[in-house]
């Protein structure tokens, strides 16, 4: 199975990536 880090990890990029969509 995905380790827990890593579901966070990527929950947090594709966050941080929708962030920089929305300010530009």
Do not use: C, E, N, W
């Not at 990527?10 to 920089?20: D, F, N, P, W």
């Amino acid at each position: 199975g995905i380790s827990p880090d890593v579901v966070t990890y990527t929950t947090v990029m594709k966050a941080l990536i929708r962030g920089r969509k929305f300010d530009q």
